[in-house]
């Protein structure tokens, strides 16, 4: 980065002028932002789900002047973002396999244009590996006009994380093309492995890592054994009345997610939602790919703006939504991973009050799941792919903990968590859990033992 830093003065004004807030989210966030601004480094972000970690590059990004370059891995959460910068005045836009033929005429000229009139540049890690990008890209850094490269949901670079995608893995071509622009990575699940792995990857340079806790401590998270409920879409339904309830008796709107894995199971919870709350006056939809993409976004859109209370969703819904107030996340399915976990569950509650996310877990399903793999991994027949039955065995093992579930997530990311207390059933009613676990595992397995394994 060239030039001296910015006054701290001018970058907490455009904090307030641009972004409308006040101050920043949490210590971190602003040691995130400092390193990149004052200390011109790499650096490594880990924050929980919903912690503000898009405000530590586009703030920057804002400050610095020039282009930045972003690298995400869905289309939906790219187009989310620029259209949230675009409304708050940052010019943001991104080329992509989607952009009509004369926008992205326009906007390669833009970029080509010195002073390039361009903040944030939004790119998949597949569109980064064209020529055409690279050479651009290269124009950018060599005009001095290229400021800072930030690498969103960098758990993707990983083959140990949860959501490996091979184009990330080539990124380093960042590093060539640009030896002295700093690189930010951020993610919101990482363990010491994925961690060392992105930094490797990535080539970042002595970077400043700032983590927070994975503890959302505004979550109570509850998991219930789905075969003792043989009347499950009716619980499922007793439970969102019951947190509308909750949530009009604070005198607040709410909002929710059902996952499911099939898309039978999205309708066939929208259709019990609909039968027995429409009275209630909570209106639920299903969203899933068998819905056409014009149908998909009306769907979100009502959600998003509160005229849908629930969405009854496999997991394609969700990717890069920021909703303030879902009161509630309901996994009628295990995830496949814990990390996928936890940042479906992260949905809820981002606006800091307390929010409620249920999972019901079978060994069906966890079989399934199994089956499916093997399934995937022999059609692949691809040695190096690290063993995916981890994952579910570490998602498992979040289901049958008897222990207090925030602490089995934090021993999962490598920190270390007390007993929450009360916001989990574990805390809450271990004795109800013990009972669940009982039922499951049968009376001569003792559920502790399952906990520790
Ligand atoms: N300094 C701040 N003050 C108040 N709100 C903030 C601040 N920074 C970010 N936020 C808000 O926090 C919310 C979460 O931010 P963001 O979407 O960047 O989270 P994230 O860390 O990317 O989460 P996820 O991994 O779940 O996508 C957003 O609504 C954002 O506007």
Not at 166 to 176: E, G
Not at 227 to 241: A, Q
Not at 389 to 396: A, C, V
Request: charged content about 20%; proline content about 4%; overall charge neutral.
């Amino acid at each position: 980065m060239s030039g001296s830093p910015p006054e701290w003065d001018h970058v907490l004004k455009v904090l307030e002028a641009t972004f409308g807030f006040a101050g920043f989210k949490s210590a971190e966030q602003e040691a995130a932002v400092r390193a990149v601004l004052h200390g011109g480094q790499d650096v490594f972000v880990c924050f929980p789900t919903g912690g503000g970690k898009s405000l530590t590059y586009q703030l920057p990004a804002v400050v610095l002047g020039g282009v930045t370059l972003v690298i995400s891995p869905l289309l939906a959460l790219i187009e989310d973002q620029v259209t949230a910068l675009q409304s708050l005045g940052v010019h943001a836009a991104t080329i992509n396999s989607r952009t009509p033929r004369a926008e992205r005429f326009d906007l390669l000229q833009q970029l080509r244009a010195r002073p390039c009139p361009l903040r944030l540049l939004y790119l998949t890690p597949e569109t980064l590996q064209t020529d055409e990008m690279q050479q651009l890209i290269q124009a950018l850094y060599d005009d001095s006009v290229l400021r800072l490269m930030a690498v969103d949901e960098a758990h993707c670079v990983s083959e140990w994380g949860h959501d490996f995608r091979p184009a990330f893995r080539r990124l380093a071509v960042l590093r060539r093309l640009c030896p002295t622009t700093p690189v930010m990575a951020l993610t919101a699940t990482a363990q010491a492995q994925v961690q060392s792995d992105i930094i490797t990857t990535l080539k970042l340079r002595n970077p400043a890592v700032v983590r927070r806790s994975t503890y959302r401590d505004n979550l109570t998270l509850e998991v219930r054994m789905k075969d003792m409920y043989p009347n499950l879409m009716g619980d499922i339904t007793t439970f969102i009345e019951a947190q509308h309830e909750a949530a009009t008796a604070r005198g607040q709107a709410a909002s929710g997610i059902i996952y499911a894995f099939r898309r039978e199971d999205c309708e066939a919870v929208a259709g019990a939602v609909q039968r027995h709350l429409t009275r209630a006056g909570i209106r639920c939809a299903a969203y899933h790919a068998g819905l056409n993409a014009e149908e998909r976004n009306r769907i979100q859109h009502e959600w998003t703006v509160g005229h849908i209370h629930v969405v009854a969703a496999t997991i394609a819904f969700g990717m890069g939504i920021d909703k303030a107030n879902v009161r509630y996340v309901v996994h009628a399915t295990m995830s496949k991973s814990l990390e996928a976990y936890y940042q479906e569950a992260g949905r809820a509650g981002r606006d800091g009050q307390p929010a409620v996310c249920r999972l019901y877990y079978a060994q069906s399903d966890m079989s399934l799941f199994q089956y499916l793999q093997q399934k995937e991994a022999k059609s692949r027949q691809n040695k190096e792919q690290p063993d995916r039955g981890d994952h579910l065995r570490h998602m498992q093992h979040y289901c049958l903990a008897a222990t207090c579930r925030h602490a089995v997530i934090a021993r999962h990311f490598g920190e270390a968590l007390s007993p929450c207390q009360t916001r989990c059933d574990c805390c809450r009613e271990p004795e109800s859990v013990q009972k669940q676990l009982r039922c499951v595992a049968g009376p001569s397995l003792s559920p502790l033992s399952l906990s520790t394994s």
